[in-house]
């Protein structure tokens, strides 16, 4: 299970994100009040933490273990909040990076025909200018900007 949190206090902006985009891909959300990275990796073994820049969430630091393993640059643009379900998550087009890594199915030739047999709620459409257009129905619920995947 990856649980998801942001830095120590964050904007309402960064709140909303965390709870959408933790609804959407079946993560855990952990308001993080005073604890310290130490306290979380004692939680969970994978982190996904949210960082901001003046008020806005500009990176996803994934953590395995206790070490960061990827850091997303992100730029967010719309964010609605939907009823949604536990289903899995399926991103169609080529991420900069493997969607495994958040829980989402394999971009694997099996993994793509499970997706048109199961007729998937949650996609995940990646633009060719980097935008990530999360789905739920067919109706948009989030737009993300990838800006950078740092690996490390």
Not at 73 to 96: C, H, L, Q, W
Not at 126 to 149: A, I, N, P
């Amino acid at each position: 299970m990856i649980t998801l949190t942001t830095s120590r206090d964050p904007s309402q902006r960064t709140r909303s994100f965390a709870k959408v985009i933790s609804r959407y891909m079946n993560w855990y959300y952990l308001q993080r009040g005073k604890l310290s990275m130490e306290d979380l990796f004692e939680k969970s073994d994978r982190i996904v933490l949210i960082r901001e820049i003046k008020g806005n969430p500009a990176f996803l630091d994934l953590y395995t273990g206790d070490k960061k393993s990827v850091t997303m640059r992100i730029n967010v643009g719309t964010i609605k909040k939907e009823k949604m379900d536990d289903s899995p998550v399926y991103f169609a087009g080529r991420p900069p990076f493997d969607p495994v890594i958040l829980g989402a199915m394999p971009k694997i030739d099996a993994g793509e025909k499970l997706a048109r047999k199961l007729n998937l709620r949650k996609i995940v459409y990646v633009r060719k200018d980097g935008k990530l257009v999360f789905t739920f129905d067919g109706k948009e619920v989030l737009t993300v900007k990838l800006l950078g995947v740092y690996e490390g």
